[in-house]
Structure formats: structure tokens, C-alpha cells
């Protein structure tokens, strides 16, 4: 239930909003990470063109979200800020629904600040259009329609959540991981059971397998990582939650007529099937099902070998325990003074440490450490106390056990790619936790919590939205991206030097290459893109084959190019060897290099 407010509270925080969505804009158009730019764009102008993913050409996630870019290509045309001003139209959406979600637990001024932070420490550290933006998008949705449903009682906001986790699905396969967690919700109703003997052993016999497969689910994810960080940040999170699923918690009957959670979890995930059997209606009529799930569940784990980045240390998340301390531990003072001191000594450290954070890269490493280990503390935190009995009330507690079930399983998004751009994917879910815990606690919070979100808003703001991927999770360094790219297909603003290489690849690829077919690589598709060329073997990456330039073959797959690109530091496929380098200098023996690209022609 939404906090009580005065009309003048509800316009600054509305304001507020309006406020956080207009600091995002300058982030549209702000750098790039070209070869996640040109898968975008690619897949989703080669969906325009009429190509099926997965079958013409590789699709590096489930399809779904290059079927909506070329949607967008149709209507506002073929360029990747498209893309950014569709995702600052889910950004908004976002900021909105985060706002909506907080209200229930702060007043609107309260809200609108913790909200900002959530804005900080998400869309501007990174604006592109990558699908894990998207899969935060559908989590909120999810969210906030099942809190809805604690409010409303009614099955069509539980509609809305599993159709949001479908979404979720046909855009990424790890979209899976919020249908588990809509479904563990579901199931614990609370902690409430049914009046019949023979339904509540019914329900506790679901509630049991539901959380064995879920633990051995997640197992099977991090399993060849699991006794390292990522078992204490991923694993034990999920862990929690499904220990939470089944301890006895003490609560009242289920009221007569109320729905069986039995039934909830099923229309949830029944729903959410339907984005899923819409995305695979064509495979199915072409008979090419067998291409889809080759591309979407085999290939994908070829990324452990040549696409991967491990979490942080494991005992870097000791740095999060006075934060949890702070959230879940009560702090009672007999005495005003130390109450005051208290206060004093948590704001000072909230205004020093962000300028610290400049200057410092301990104190960065401080604040960074500390919030990632929060975000992975929460779900323990909650899953005690529920485990404990707190709350009484069953709505407070399914919302409670809902915000935990989110945030750990949204969570394993980071694996095997755990650069810390992916926290910033579930870090409004980390905010909204915490919101979440603090509110359900008897004793107020509030003058403990106002300094640290103060702190950490200041950090974003300050710290990693100055910077880029290159630098998020490392130290400050103030990156300058002011120069227009003033290529067709790509009005963005990046790095001079980046602007500059590419300018020149592109205008020579373009004055030698004529008819002819372009071979570039390794790991090369904004080259493609950029000239509107088509990848002759398909492969976005080429580790995803040995068969593509840059892997394993010789001279015969790139001599049939008329113009070729190397690609000579490849984020993730192994560079060319030195002798396959030589045999191409020889058959194409006029080139030129522009940054690490070199082209050359016969």
C-alpha cells in the first residue's frame, strides 16, 4: 500500500521523475562498443531484409528482440541511435515502474531519491541496446504486477507477469530465470497454506519439488564456477530463497476461496509460454525448429570458453556486511546523543566518501565492492527473516519473498559474463530489495538508509557515469565521447580516435570494394553493418565456428573476398596467426591500417 502524502509531496516527486528522466537523454547517442553495435544492428537488418534468425543468419540471443529493432528500422529507419531511442523509451518505463514500486514502501520525495540512485547505477553506464537492459525492463513489469496482485487479489496482474517473463524468453534465454522466480512467488503465497489437510500437503509437496529443481537448475548453471566467487554471490542467493520456499513459517490459513498457489504458478507460467510459441510459429512452418534450438542453447555455451569474466573475489563481499548490518540488524539507542552522533558520523561518511571515490581508487573499490556484495546479501537477509517468521502479514511477506526470488535469480545473468556492467543490469532489482527489507523491519530505518542512498546516488553520478565499460568497477577516469561518428548508419557520439579509424575503414572499404564480397573478421559485424555487406558465413563471432575467418581454417575462406579486414585485437575469438597474416599480405598485396584494423586488396 502506497505510503500517505500531502499533494505538494506527489508533485516534487513527480517532478523528481520527470528530473531523472531528463538526465538520462544526454546518455542516447553517448559512446559505443562497436561490435555489440553491429550485432544489433545486423540481426535486426537482416530481419527487415527477410532473413529468419538462427537459420540465415547467426542470432547471438533468442531472436525476439531483433524482430522489435527491425520493427524500429522500418519505422524510423535503418540507424543504431534507432535502437538507443527505443531503449530510452524502456529506460523510461523503467524509472517509472521503479517509482511506482518504491511508493509503496517511501513517501514520494523518498521514492523519487531512491529511485534516482536506482537510475544512476543502471541506463547511463552503458545506453545500448543490449537485451539485458530488456530483461530488467520485463523484471519490473513482473514485479510490480505481482505486487498488484498481493494488493488486488486479481489473475490478470498475474497475467501480466508471466507474459512480461515471456517477453523475457523470446528476447534472451535467461529470460527463463524470471519465470522460475514468478513461479517460486506463486508457490509460497506468503507462507500461508490451505485449511484442508490434504491440499496444504498438496502444496507443500510442489513447494518441495519446485525448490529441489530450482537449486539443482541453478547448480547446473554455475556448476564449473561453483566453489569459487560465483557460488557465494550467484548460488547462495538462489539457495536461500528456496530454503525460504519450504521452512514452515507459521502463518495463517490460506481465507476460503482463495485460489490455490498451485493453480496461480501454473497460469503464470502457461502464459508465459505464449511470446515463446509466437516467436518459434515460424520455425515451425518452415521446419527449421532444430536450426532454433541449435542457436539458441547450443552455441550459447561455446561463450564459456572465449566470452567469459569471472565475479569479483569471494571475500570482497565482506565489504557489504555493515551495509546488511545496517539493514537488517535493529539499532536501538537508550540515548538521543548517540542516536545523533550516529547520524552525523553516516552523513559525513556519505559525502566524503563519493569525492574520496575520485581521488582514490580505494575508496572506489569501497563503494563498488560494498554494493555489488549488498545486492548479493539481500536475498540471505530476507530469506532469514522469513524464515523467522517476520512479517506476520502474508501480502508483506510474498512481496517481500518476491523482491529475493528476483534479484537472486535476475542475478545469474552475470554468469559466465560477469563484467560489472552486468551488475548495473540488476541493480534497480538490488535498490528495490533493499527497500523492501528496510521497510518491513518495526524499528524505523530511514535516518540510517537517507545517507547511504545519498552516498551511492553521489558515487553514480560523480564516478560511473563520467566513465565507460572500460573503466566501471575499476577507478574513475572521465571518458570524452564528442565526436560525432557521422556515418549512414550510425549518428553517435564517440571517442575522436574512434570516429577517425572508422570514418577512414569505411570510406576505403567502400572506394576498393565496389561489387566485390567483403571477408572481414575475427569478431567484425559493425564492419559489415557500417558498408552493407552480408557475412558470408552467417556468424556474427567467429569463435562460435571454427570453420569462420579467424578460426581455425586456412587461406581458402578468406581468398574469395575482394576485399579483406583483420581484425587484429578481437574481443573474444582468437587473433589470426602470424602465418595465415603472411599468406593474406601476399595474395592481397595492397593495404592499409587504420587503428587495429587492417584492409587489404588485390
Not at 557520439?493 to 573478421?521: E, M, P, T
Request: proline share 6%.
Amino acid at each position: 500500500m502506497k505510503v500517505a502524502a500531502s499533494q505538494l509531496h506527489r508533485t516534487v516527486g513527480v517532478l523528481m521523475i520527470v528530473a531523472a528522466l531528463a538526465y538520462i537523454v544526454p546518455f542516447v547517442p553517448r559512446g559505443w562498443i562497436p561490435h555489440d553495435e553491429g550485432m544489433l544492428g545486423y540481426s535486426a537488418e537482416q530481419v527487415l531484409l527477410g532473413g529468419l534468425p538462427h537459420v540465415d543468419f547467426e542470432e547471438a540471443y533468442t531472436g525476439g528482440l531483433s524482430w522489435l529493432y527491425a520493427a524500429a528500422f522500418k519505422v524510423a529507419g535503418v540507424d543504431l541511435v534507432t535502437i538507443r531511442w527505443l531503449l530510452f523509451a524502456a529506460a523510461s518505463w523503467a524509472v517509472c515502474l521503479t517509482y511506482a514500486i518504491l511508493r509503496r514502501y517511501f513517501p514520494p520525495t523518498g521514492a523519487a531519491l531512491v529511485t534516482w540512485v536506482a537510475v544512476g547505477w543502471s541506463f547511463p553506464n552503458y545506453f545500448a541496446g543490449l537485451p539485458s537492459w530488456w530483461l530488467l525492463l520485463c523484471a519490473l513489469i513482473a514485479l510490480w504486477a505481482m505486487i498488484r496482485h498481493g494488493e488486488s487479489g486479481r489473475i490478470r496482474h498475474i497475467m501480466i507477469a508471466g507474459l512480461a517473463a515471456g517477453v523475457a524468453i523470446a528476447i534472451k534465454q535467461t529470460g527463463v530465470y524470471l519465470v522460475v522466480a514468478l513461479v517460486l512467488t506463486l508457490l509460497y503465497d506468503g507462507g500461508q497454506s490451505s485449511a484442508s489437510r490434504r491440499l496444504a500437503r498438496l502444496e507443500w509437496m510442489a513447494r518441495s519439488a519446485a525448490a529441489v529443481a530450482s537449486v539443482a537448475f541453478a547448480a547446473s548453471v554455475v556448476f564449473v564456477r561453483m566453489f569459487r566467487a560465483e557460488g557465494l554471490y550467484l548460488f547462495l542467493p538462489v539457495l536461500a530463497c528456496a530454503v525460504a520456499l519450504i521452512m514452515p513459517s507459521g502463518g495463517e490459513p490460506r481465507p476460503a476461496g482463495a485460489r490455490s498457489p498451485i493453480v496461480l504458478a501454473a497460469v503464470a507460467a502457461a502464459v508465459a509460454g505464449l511470446p515463446v510459441a509466437c516467436l518459434l510459429l515460424p520455425y515451425v512452418m518452415q521446419g527449421t525448429l532444430e536450426a532454433f534450438v541449435n542457436g539458441t542453447l547450443v552455441l550459447p555455451w561455446k561463450r564459456l570458453a572465449y566470452a567469459s569474466a569471472l565475479m569479483p573475489a569471494a571475500t570482497a563481499i565482506i565489504t557489504g556486511l555493515p551495509l546488511a548490518a545496517v539493514v537488517f540488524q535493529p539499532l536501538r539507542f537508550r540515548r538521543v546523543p548517540r542516536r545523533a552522533a550516529l547520524t552525523s558520523l553516516l552523513w559525513g561518511a556519505a559525502l566524503v566518501l563519493p569525492l574520496w571515490a575520485l581521488r582514490d581508487v580505494r575508496g572506489y573499490q569501497l563503494i563498488w565492492q560494498s554494493s555489488r556484495a549488498i545486492a548479493a546479501l539481500l536475498p540471505l537477509g530476507i530469506a532469514w527473516r522469513l524464515a523467522s517468521g517476520r512479517p506476520a502479514d502474508a501480502v508483506q511477506r510474498s512481496a517481500l519473498f518476491l523482491t529475493a526470488a528476483i534479484l537472486a535469480w535476475m542475478s545469474l545473468n552475470q554468469f559466465p559474463f560477469a563484467a560489472p556492467i552486468y551488475f548495473c543490469y540488476v541493480a534497480p532489482l538490488a535498490v528495490i530489495a533493499g527497500a523492501a527489507a528496510v521497510s518491513g523491519e518495526s524499528s524505523p530505518r530511514s535516518p540510517l538508509m537517507l545517507p547511504w542512498m545519498t552516498a551511492l546516488l553521489l558515487f553514480a553520478v560523480l564516478s560511473a557515469n563520467r566513465g565507460y565499460l572500460a573503466t566501471l568497477g575499476a577507478f574513475h577516469s572521465n571518458q570524452r565521447f564528442n565526436t560525432d561518428l557521422k556515418l549512414d548508419k550510425a549518428h553517435l557520439k564517440v571517442d575522436s580516435r574512434d570516429a577517425a579509424v572508422y570514418r577512414f575503414l569505411i570510406w576505403s572499404i567502400q572506394g576498393h570494394l565496389n561489387d566485390g564480397q567483403l571477408i572481414a573478421g575475427p569478431d567484425c559485424p559493425e564492419v559489415y553493418f557500417l558498408t552493407n555487406q552480408v557475412i558470408p558465413s552467417g556468424r556474427l563471432f567467429d569463435f562460435f565456428s571454427a570453420g569462420a575467418p579467424g578460426g581455425d581454417e586456412d587461406l581458402e575462406s578468406w581468398v574469395t573476398g575482394t576485399v579483406i579486414v583483420v581484425n587484429h585485437s578481437p574481443n573474444f575469438s582468437p587473433a589470426l596467426p602470424d602465418a595465415l597474416l603472411t599468406s593474406l599480405r601476399r595474395e592481397f598485396p595492397y593495404g592499409d591500417s587504420f587503428g587495429r584494423f587492417e584492409i587489404r586488396w588485390r
